[in-house]
């Protein structure tokens, strides 16, 4: 009975709005790509993460945050009081981006006709979730967010709001921790981005 109780609270890939994003071809990325990854999480939940785009393990599995990005995210939310069961987890833009290098796929950034174009399945899980308050994670989930990608690095830490008035808490992308090469800025990167995913609890509280 505790399964069903927690299977039923957990709408995540089979609702609807998700078939929609499944079949999604209002842009070209769906050409190349595996499948869509809609987000996923409590439909009623009080904060949404919102990332990039599915990475290569994300693409493959349909869900997103399961690879290295999600995996130190995870971490860091646990760190900071945030618990991951209770968010709402999605990216800016749906499928993943990609060029072939041999065996490899290597990320490519989502341009912004890309994330335009997205910003109707973002706006549509925002609507049906209508969460307290966003989180945006990096420079891609401020552009599809608040229609502005530049300067996340001294935004971070602070609140935006979209057109209806939902507060934005942007961040830095876990992705963008994982690939700083100086011991001394990544720990530091990441402090910020602790105190960050302590902020989101703190204004939820
Ligand atoms: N990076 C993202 O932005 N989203 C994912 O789902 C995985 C990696």
């Known amino acids: 009975a505790q399964l069903a109780a927690h299977q039923s609270a957990w709408e995540g890939p089979k609702d609807a709005l998700a078939k929609d994003i499944a079949a999604c071809t209002r842009c070209p990325l769906h050409c190349n790509a595996t499948q869509a990854v809609p987000g996923e999480g409590p ?15 994300e693409d493959l599995s349909g869900r997103p945050f399961v690879g290295p990005a999600g995996q130190l995210f995870d ?8 618990e991951r069961h209770k968010t709402f987890v999605t990216n800016a833009v749906k499928h993943f981006k990609f060029t072939p290098r041999g065996k490899r796929r290597l990320h490519q950034s989502p341009n912004g006709s890309e994330i335009q174009h997205c ?87």
């Open 75 to 82: 971490k860091i939310a646990g760190q900071a009081g945030l």
């Open 43 to 57: 439909m009623d939940a009080d904060l949404m993460v919102v990332g990039e785009q599915p990475g290569d393990q």
């Open 119 to 205: 910003r109707w399945w973002l706006d549509a899980e925002i609507a049906q979730v209508r969460p307290k308050l966003l989180l945006g994670m990096g420079a891609t989930a401020a552009e599809g967010l608040t229609g502005r990608r530049a300067g996340i690095l001294s935004r971070r830490g602070t609140v935006e709001q979209t057109a209806s008035g939902t507060p934005i808490l942007l961040t830095l992308h876990p992705s963008y921790l994982l690939r700083l090469p100086d011991p001394k800025a990544k720990a530091d990167a990441t402090a910020q981005f602790r105190d960050d995913l302590a902020m989101a609890v703190k204004l939820l509280d």
